[in-house]
Structures are given as structure tokens and as C-alpha cells.
């Protein structure tokens, strides 16, 4: 009988003459190759979730930097043209209509010797009075966002929507449009409110009649807590005068404060002397230029993102908000184009 050994030997034999790509991994092979695997998965893993994230942080700053630039540009186009009126330089003289607006006194809104009017650090919940003295109650105070400035802007369009009779656009109203008329070479001046639907006075609208409109726009703009939908979402929004009422128009999310610094000029050579964030009434008359400062943020928090810096708004110090929201400040110098403005 022949030893065991010797039974194996062909099997042991047959299998070293076997080629290499034939034999298949042995154990240690196997391990090497499954860790391989898994360290070159969990790589590729890694990536792409980082990838992931940065893709989704750069969408929120995209749109926070949409929604800031939109704000800033909107906000200082209305402050730029505060207190024009149809290039007619004696506002004063134009005696206020009385509407019953439900926001403030009823000649408010049509009295162009408060063409730029504001509210310093203003306060959910509470009274509400502008740096001119007016008490408003249109702004839904228990929806404002705390410690920022409310602002109202007071012009006429750009441009005329009838110039000496003839225009060359629809003339029919939209949401009940105030106009300020001019007549007699622009020495008459009357506010006009032609009602949603209806056009103008055929005997203004006659080629020759030395008549003009120009749209009349008396806007609040101030940030409230939540968005159309009800979400605490900070939104610039604004009340907008539509014929005898004012109506809320919301335009952008996502700006959590706005400060302003009026600049005011000492020596009438048009150039700001000192800035002032809560100017008296009677300096409010020396304003030249504004200085707006907004602080936005990004529409959701950032999965990985702490925010703990410090947020300087002119002499307004925002600390350590300390959440995902990634944020950042956005400042313009706005030129009052009508300066000066008639509030001393």
C-alpha cells in the first residue's frame, strides 16, 4: 500500500505545472483586493459628497448675492429720486390731496415736503413714528424685523406719460395711479387720480394743450419677518400708494437688516460733511447723499457651516449669529439727485 504522500503527489504536482492566471487568489489576495476596494469606494464616496455639498453652498451664494444686488439696485434707484417731481423744483408749492390712506394722516402720502422720510431702528410691536413726526400704522409692526431702519420715498416717474397733450403709450390707469399735473408752462400743479380702467381727461390728452402726468409713487420700504408664504423668512417688502389705500408689495427674500447714514451737507457746497444715523428733523433738510448698507443671507443653512462672525453695518454692529446662514454685507453711496431735500 502506498504511503499517503504519495497519493497527493500527482494533485500537488498537476497543480505547480498549472499557470499562474489559472490558479485563482488565495486567501491573502482576496483580503488585499477587498481592501483596495473599500478605501477606493469610500475615496470615490468622499468626493462626491464633498462635491455635493460645495455644489449646494455655491447655489445659496449665487442667490444670495441675486437677492442682495436686486435690493441694493431697487433701494437706491427710489432714494436716488427722492423728491422729484416732474422737474418742477417748488414741491412746496404744490398743496397736498387728502387720502384716506389708513396708514398715516390723510395728506401724508400727496405732500411732497417729505419726499425721503424715515424710521431709525425700528421695533416689532411697537408705535411707529418717521423722523418728520408722522405716525404710521400700515407696516404690520408685529411682523417687522427688529433694530432695522424703515424708509419712505416720495417721486414722479422718470418720464412723462403725457407731455403737452400727446403721449405715446396706453393711457388707460393701472391700480388706480395718482398723477401730478402740470399745466399753464408747469406753473399749475394738481394731483390727479385717474381710476383703474379709465383714461384721461380727453381735453388734457389734445395735442397743444400744454399739459403733462407725470406717475406719482409713494412708497414705505421695510423688512418684514416672514415671506408670502409664511415662512420666517426675512423679505424686503414695501406699502405702495394704489389710489385712497396703501398696499403691501413684497420684492426679495432673504435681507435680514438694512441700516441707513444720511449725509449731510453743512456748508452748501453739495458735498456731506458729517453722516448721521438718526439726523434731526430739521437736518434731514441737508441731506445730500445715503449711505445703504444691506445684510443678506443665503436662503438655507449650509450642512457643515458655522457662522460665528461679526456683521458691520455702518455704526451697526450685528455679533455671532451663530447658525448654518452663510452672510454678507453689500454697501452703496446713493447721490440725492434732488438735494436739497424740502423737510427743514
Same mark, same amino acid.
Given at each position: 500500500?502506498?504511503p499517503?504522500?504519495?497519493?497527493?503527489?500527482?494533485?500537488? /504536482?498537476?497543480?505547480?505545472k498549472?499557470?499562474?492566471?489559472?490558479?485563482? /487568489?488565495?486567501?491573502i489576495e482576496?483580503?488585499?483586493?477587498?481592501?483596495?476596494?473599500?478605501?477606493?469606494?469610500?475615496?470615490?464616496t468622499?468626493?462626491?459628497?464633498?462635491?455635493?455639498?460645495?455644489?449646494?453652498?455655491?447655489e445659496?451664494?449665487?442667490r444670495?448675492?441675486?437677492?442682495?444686488?436686486?435690493?441694493?439696485?431697487?433701494?437706491?434707484?427710489?432714494?436716488?429720486?427722492?423728491?422729484?417731481?416732474?422737474?418742477?423744483?417748488?414741491?412746496?408749492?404744490?398743496?397736498?390731496?387728502?387720502?384716506?390712506?389708513?396708514?398715516?394722516?390723510?395728506?401724508?402720502?400727496?405732500?411732497?415736503?417729505?419726499?425721503l422720510? /424715515?424710521?431709525?431702528?425700528?421695533?416689532?410691536g411697537?408705535?411707529?413714528?418717521?423722523?418728520?413726526?408722522?405716525?404710521?400704522?400700515?407696516?404690520?409692526?408685529?411682523?417687522?424685523?427688529?433694530?432695522?431702519?424703515?424708509?419712505?420715498?416720495?417721486?414722479?416717474?422718470d418720464?412723462?406719460?403725457?407731455?403737452?397733450?400727446i403721449?405715446?403709450?396706453?393711457?388707460?390707469?393701472?391700480?388706480?395711479?395718482?398723477?401730478?399735473?402740470?399745466?399753464?408752462?408747469?406753473?399749475?400743479?394738481?394731483?390727479?387720480n385717474?381710476?383703474?380702467?379709465?383714461?384721461?381727461?380727453?381735453?388734457?390728452?389734445?395735442?397743444?394743450?400744454?399739459?403733462?402726468?407725470?406717475?406719482?409713487?409713494?412708497?414705505?420700504?421695510?423688512l418684514?419677518?416672514?415671506?408670502?408664504?409664511?415662512?420666517?423668512?426675512?423679505?424686503?417688502?414695501?406699502?405702495?400708494l394704489?389710489?385712497? @389705500?396703501?398696499?403691501?408689495e413684497?420684492?426679495?427674500?432673504?435681507?435680514?437688516?438694512?441700516?441707513?447714514?444720511?449725509?449731510?451737507?453743512?456748508?452748501?457746497?453739495?458735498?456731506?460733511?458729517? /453722516?448721521?444715523s438718526?439726523? @434731526?428733523?430739521?437736518?434731514?433738510?441737508?441731506?445730500?447723499?445715503?449711505?445703504l448698507?444691506?445684510?443678506?443671507?443665503s436662503?438655507?443653512?449650509i450642512?457643515?457651516?458655522?457662522?460665528?462672525?461679526?456683521?458691520?453695518?455702518?455704526t451697526?454692529?450685528?455679533?455671532?449669529?451663530?447658525?448654518?446662514?452663510?452672510?454678507?454685507?453689500?454697501?452703496?453711496t446713493?447721490?440725492?439727485?434732488?438735494?436739497r431735500?424740502?423737510?427743514?
Amino acid at each position: 500500500m502506498k504511503p499517503l504522500f504519495a497519493l497527493c503527489r500527482p494533485k500537488l /504536482f498537476l497543480l505547480a505545472k498549472m499557470p499562474l492566471s489559472a490558479r485563482g /487568489f488565495t486567501l491573502i489576495e482576496l483580503l488585499i483586493a477587498l481592501a483596495l476596494g473599500l478605501t477606493l469606494s469610500g475615496a470615490i464616496t468622499k468626493i462626491y459628497l464633498k462635491n455635493n455639498a460645495s455644489m449646494q453652498q455655491d447655489e445659496q451664494i449665487a442667490r444670495l448675492q441675486e437677492n442682495a444686488r436686486y435690493a441694493l439696485r431697487l433701494l437706491a434707484r427710489e432714494i436716488s429720486m427722492a423728491g422729484f417731481a416732474g422737474g418742477t423744483p417748488e414741491q412746496g408749492t404744490l398743496t397736498p390731496a387728502a387720502i384716506a390712506t389708513g396708514c398715516a394722516h390723510e395728506t401724508w402720502s400727496l405732500d411732497l415736503t417729505t419726499p425721503l422720510d /424715515f424710521i431709525n431702528n425700528a421695533q416689532a410691536g411697537s408705535s411707529m413714528t418717521t423722523q418728520a413726526g408722522v405716525a404710521i400704522t400700515c407696516a404690520a409692526p408685529d411682523e417687522l424685523v427688529d433694530d432695522t431702519d424703515i424708509i419712505s420715498v416720495k417721486r414722479t416717474a422718470d418720464r412723462a406719460t403725457l407731455e403737452n397733450g400727446i403721449t405715446t403709450a396706453n393711457i388707460g390707469a393701472i391700480d388706480n395711479q395718482w398723477y401730478l399735473r402740470l399745466a399753464d408752462s408747469r406753473s399749475d400743479k394738481s394731483w390727479i387720480n385717474v381710476a383703474s380702467g379709465s383714461t384721461i381727461v380727453s381735453g388734457d390728452a389734445t395735442s397743444g394743450s400744454d399739459v403733462d402726468y407725470w406717475a406719482f409713487y409713494h412708497k414705505i420700504y421695510y423688512l418684514r419677518n416672514v415671506d408670502d408664504s409664511g415662512e420666517d423668512v426675512p423679505t424686503l417688502c414695501a406699502q405702495v400708494l394704489q389710489g385712497s @389705500s396703501l398696499a403691501e408689495e413684497c420684492y426679495v427674500d432673504g435681507i435680514e437688516n438694512i441700516q441707513i447714514e444720511l449725509g449731510l451737507d453743512l456748508d452748501g457746497d453739495s458735498t456731506p460733511d458729517i /453722516f448721521k444715523s438718526n439726523p @434731526s428733523t430739521s437736518e434731514v433738510g441737508d441731506v445730500v447723499v445715503v449711505r445703504l448698507y444691506l445684510l443678506a443671507r443665503s436662503p438655507n443653512e449650509i450642512n457643515g457651516y458655522s457662522n460665528n462672525k461679526t456683521y458691520y453695518l455702518g455704526t451697526t454692529t450685528i455679533d455671532n449669529p451663530d447658525d448654518g446662514y452663510f452672510r454678507r454685507v453689500y454697501s452703496t453711496t446713493i447721490q440725492i439727485k434732488n438735494a436739497r431735500l424740502p423737510n427743514a
